[in-house]
């Protein structure tokens, strides 16, 4: 292929998928590791780790349900009652010592951390959770998960939050969170009030 073909492949797939790593852009582009490098400088395109940082500063908002050093993963994009991003790389410390799979928990937290973490109150728990791993998780890959507020109305205090993990474009996990949350005085109140009438 030649060179500037495959750097505007290369500057497509990107764009559709800012998470891609140099490796997996090896496998689809079938070039050296070293071309791929090289073509993202001459393009202008940071690494990967850069990418996320540059994409985490311009999130939209801020976590409000718990510190950001407690959520499993690094977000990168929140937006609060609707949607949010995040991404954990499974290290060593993930993962079994025999087989280098990582232990479903690790990927489980990531998930559930999300779900918290983008709902807008002051606190947010867990209620119950109906998950289901699609596949194994193994060392070095990088899960990406989605999270997406599907409702908040209905049940007073309770937001419902389906989260995807993908590694690449593959779904590897995928969960249905109803969450617990502090809910404002003067909503309650009017909560209240209009119960009363009824």
Same mark, same amino acid.
């Given at each position: ?43 202008? +395109?940071?690494?990967? %780790? ?8 311009? =999130?939209?908002?801020? $976590? &409000? *349900? /718990? ?63 109906? +998950?289901?791993?699609? %596949? ?8 990406? =998960?989605?999270?997406? $507020? &599907? *409702? /908040? ?46």
């Amino acid at each position: 292929m030649p060179k500037k073909e495959r750097q505007q492949q290369l500057l497509r797939i990107i764009e559709e998928n800012p998470f891609v790593t140099d490796r997996e852009l090896t496998r689809q582009l079938k070039v050296s590791i070293q071309t791929i490098r090289l073509d993202r400088m001459e393009l202008g +395109i940071p690494e990967l %780790r850069e990418r996320m940082k540059q994409m985490a500063e311009h =999130s939209y908002d801020q $976590v &409000r *349900s /718990l510190p950001v050093d407690e959520v499993i993963g690094d977000i990168v994009d929140l937006q609060l009652d609707k949607s949010g991003i995040s991404i954990f790389e499974i290290r060593a410390e993930h993962v079994f010592s025999r087989n280098g799979i990582a232990r479903g928990h690790y990927v489980f937290a990531q998930a559930n951390s999300l779900a918290v973490a983008v709902i807008d109150a002051e606190i947010a728990l867990t209620a119950s959770a109906d +998950i289901r791993f699609v %596949r194994m998780v193994r060392l070095g890959e990088k899960c990406i =998960s989605k999270a997406y $507020v &599907r *409702s /908040l109305a209905g049940r007073k205090g309770k937001a419902e939050v389906d989260v995807f993990t993908y590694v690449s474009d593959e779904m590897v996990f995928q969960g249905h969170f109803v969450v617990y949350r502090s809910v404002s005085e003067e909503y309650s109140e009017g909560v209240s009030r209009s119960a009363d009438r009824h």
